[in-house]
């Protein structure tokens, strides 16, 4: 218990401090559940097409992004859900991130003016990569799980957002952050667990603008933990980026979903341990090939 004091007091001093890190596990480790108190990321890739980001507002760290700058979409945002503020109104504004595209760029996420022209956008999507497509731009961690405002201001951030079906965003996945939010409350903090999240994608087929990668798949997941880091509750949710009812499954079926799509080796979300059990239902499911980006269930398909 005193190591683990002791670096949290080293963490609060050196501060987050930094958007591109080389590892966000050493520059915002407090995003990620800390199973058995080590610090534990989703899975990275090797490729250095992929950024890691710990947002930043205002240098107030909120969540960290891990990024493809090729698909300039999220591969996935991770973030601890302390409870909502039930922040009204959606801001207009969308920041992008600097140092995506000019390595000396500003840590803090900001308009996109503040990158030179020439620069602008490389690694990255745009505003008007969205506009003339009928995408939203979906957020991954959402408004809706906000603590402060100035987290859900944060949220704002195209780094944080890839194409969404707009009815999709504005029925089905709502209603599942809001399904999934009310887990996090009452099963989880209300009792005094600890709440993690990851929410992805995975990258589609098509192309807004030519630039930026329409996901085939929404994806969420959670894990809660104990006083001490022992995993108590988990579970997923994946649902095609059109509006048919999503699927909540268990944290390792969601992660065997992940490992089949992005085949990239073993794709873990909380590490290699209990926290892939949890409480989402084991439905199986099969990805059915011929139909691109479309998942069959084994049985009870509705
Ligand atoms: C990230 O953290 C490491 C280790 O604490 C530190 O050496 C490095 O300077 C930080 N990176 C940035 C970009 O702040
Ligand atoms: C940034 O934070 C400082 C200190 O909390 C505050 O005074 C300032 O208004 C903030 N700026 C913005 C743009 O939010
Ligand atoms: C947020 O709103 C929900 C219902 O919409 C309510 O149950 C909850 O108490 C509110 N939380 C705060 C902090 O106001
Ligand atoms: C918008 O999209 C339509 C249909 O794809 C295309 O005809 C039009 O040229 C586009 N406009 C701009 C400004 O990109
Ligand atoms: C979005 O989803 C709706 C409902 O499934 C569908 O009718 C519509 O064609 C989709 N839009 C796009 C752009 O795929
Ligand atoms: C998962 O789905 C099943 C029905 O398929 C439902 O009974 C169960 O309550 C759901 N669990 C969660 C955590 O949403
Ligand atoms: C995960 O743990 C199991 C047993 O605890 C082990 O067999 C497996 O190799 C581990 N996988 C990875 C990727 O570390």
């Known amino acids: 218990m005193k190591l683990v004091g002791a670096a949290l007091v080293l963490l609060a001093i050196s501060g987050c401090s930094a958007d591109v890190v080389q590892d966000f596990t050493k520059n915002c480790s407090k995003f990620f559940a800390n199973p058995d108190e080590i610090a534990t990321p989703p899975t990275r890739f090797n490729e250095p097409q992929y950024k890691q980001i710990c947002q930043t507002l205002n240098d107030s760290v909120e969540y960290a992004t891990y990024y493809d700058t090729a698909n300039r979409i999220p591969v996935y945002s991770a973030y601890r859900f302390e409870g909502f503020k039930n922040c009204s109104g959606r801001q207009g504004l969308w920041y992008i991130e600097p140092q995506l595209d000019q390595e000396d760029g500003d840590r803090n996420m900001a308009q996109k003016k503040t990158v030179p022209s020439k620069l602008r956008g490389k690694h990255q999507a745009l505003n008007e990569d969205y506009k003339n497509s009928s995408y939203d731009r979906g957020h991954l961690i959402p408004l809706y799980y906000a603590k402060t405002r100035s987290c859900a201001t944060a949220t704002f951030t195209l780094t944080n957002a890839a194409p969404q079906n707009h009815t999709f965003n504005n029925d089905e996945w709502k209603k599942t952050e809001q399904k999934m939010g009310k887990i996090l409350s009452t099963n989880c903090l209300n009792v005094g667990l600890s709440a993690y999240v990851v929410t992805g994608v995975i990258p589609g087929n098509e192309k807004i603008n030519n630039r930026v990668n329409v996901p085939s798949y929404f994806w969420t997941s959670y894990c809660c933990l104990d006083n001490n880091n022992k995993p108590q509750i988990s579970g997923g949710y994946y649902g095609a980026n059109i509006n048919n009812p999503v ?17 990239k080796g073993q794709f873990q979300l909380f590490g290699n341990g209990s926290c892939m059990a949890g409480q989402g239902s084991t439905e199986a499911f099969n990805l059915d090939r011929s139909r691109t980006g479309l998942f069959i269930k084994k049985d009870n398909d509705k």
Do not use: A, F
């Open 247 to 263: 699927n909540n499954v268990s944290v390792s079926d969601l992660e065997i979903l992940l490992t089949n799509e992005y085949k």
